[in-house]
């Protein structure tokens, strides 16, 4: 999630956990935490990474539960050396810097991108996909919270703001789990008659709402997307077919471990496309069709046969901001029939 999401969230859970007399304090440590795990963006600047290294190292050591976990028992540990608020309440204050430090990947899963909650275990990064990256419904009870926290300090309202924020925040991504299976059951019925009942497929939440989705769902020569609006569509899902160059895909995968690492980082839900003698693989889950936020150039093609070069990012496409707009109506309204065929 966002700097500032993760920021209201550590201050709120800290502040939440310690005596009223230590809040204002909790709140800005709380703060500091919560932005912690993001700063790996530094640490991987200064290696020599490509592009896909930063991409899939972000979210890496700096979000794992057992790294974090750590940490927060060694920061405690320090606090109650050098503190005497800690040292006064030494569990209440361990529970906060803990929650502020772990929320933060928790709260990550919650997205699409991608977090690798098990780190050093050799497992695929964590994506439920059910909330954006930036999401104001998600975020603004917390804000208030942490205001009302910093305004009230040890007064019986900033408890009450604080408990009410993060209670309406979490039940907020609690909601975004139901809509999520709201969609994809609506997906169900028409990918089992294409025979795709089975086929590796995700949902998302368009850019800052849970109202309306998108569906990815992957086919043996591309893959099919589709939006539902839980306000106004009714009936199943309507896809349409993007075609992907899986045979060059299948010729570089050996070559580039850069790509496979990107093909297990994005669990397969990549698009791979020859344009003038160079393979671009994008990857599906960020963005829908034709823009999407991570594209790469993995090989390069010369008489006939690939070769894998060293990865290269193509600029985000800043013509897909105007689709905003689109989007929003299409919350509202559901996309004319299909003609029949």
Known sequence: M?????????GAVAAACVPPTQRRRALVAGAVLGTLPDLDVAVLALFDLDPIGHMTWHRGPSHSLFVLAALGACLAWL???????????PWAW???????LLTHPLLDAFTVYGTQLFWPLPLPPVMISSVFIIDPL??????????????????PAARTALFAGLA?????????????????????????????ADAPRFSV??????????????????HLEGTRSLVADEGPIEFKHYPSDQRALAAVRPLSAPLRRLEWFARGFLKAEAVDGRLVVSDLRMGDEPDYTFRFVVASERDGRW?????????????????LAAMWQRIWNAPPPTPPR
């Open 205 to 222: 939440p368009m850019p800052f709402n849970t109202l309306l989705w998108r569906m990815v769902v992957m086919t043996p020569d591309g």
């Open 138 to 155: 998600y975020t603004l009870p917390l804000l208030f919270a942490f205001v009302a926290g910093l305004w009230s300090g040890a007064r």
């Open 307 to 323: 070769t894998a070069i060293r990865p290269e990012q193509l600029d985000w496409p800043w013509q897909a901001r105007s689709r």
């Open 2 to 10: 966002d700097s500032l999401t993760q920021i209201v969230l550590g």
């Open 168 to 196: 309406l925040s979490t039940a907020y991504l609690g909601w975004s789990l139901v809509a999520k299976a709201l969609v994809e059951r609506s997906a169900a019925t028409e990918l089992a008659a294409r025979g795709l």
């Open 94 to 100: 361990f529970a906060a810097i803990e929650l502020a």
């Open 79 to 89: 606090a109650r050396q050098r503190a005497d608020a800690v040292r006064a309440a």
